[in-house]
């Protein structure tokens, strides 16, 4: 049975950093892109998850959404089948609940349809 498990999330003030990490169980981690998507509160965001980050299963491509380059990175550590994201310069935007899923497309996939197993998300609170 595939098993993504979400840690690290909290509460910090702006400014602050977090590292969020994705421990994977029942695939063969090293074969499988991983992303972050984050959920935003709201009523209108209700069903709307948006891409954050994501790698692919070499490490050696990342990509990520316009709103966090620069301030967030991924990485991951095939040998601990464990996905990071590194969260710096966190804003009040960027509460959410994330999410990390794998996906087995070569390159990395930006809508969440494109991810066949997924977390069940870790909360992330940032107060201005």
């Known amino acids: 049975q595939v098993q993504l498990v979400e840690s690290g999330g909290g509460s910090v003030q702006a400014g602050g950093s977090l590292r969020l990490s994705c421990a994977a169980s029942?695939?063969?981690?090293?074969?499988?892109?991983v992303a972050w998507f984050r959920q935003r509160p709201g009523p209108e965001r209700e069903f709307e998850r948006e891409?954050?980050?994501?790698?692919?299963?070499?490490?050696?491509?990342?990509a990520y959404a316009d709103s966090v380059k620069g301030r967030f990175t991924i990485s991951r550590d095939n040998a601990r089948d464990t996905v990071y994201l590194q969260m710096n310069s966190l804003k009040p935007e960027d509460t959410a609940l994330y999410y990390c899923?794998?996906?087995?497309?070569?390159?990395?996939?930006?809508?969440?349809?494109?991810?066949?197993?997924w977390g069940r998300g870790t909360r992330v609170t940032v107060s201005s």
């Open positions: 899923a794998a996906g087995s497309r070569l390159v990395v996939a930006r809508l969440e349809g494109e991810y066949d197993y």
């Open positions: 029942g695939l063969t981690f090293s074969s499988w892109s």
């Open positions: 891409f954050v980050a994501g790698i692919r299963r070499s490490s050696s491509d990342t």
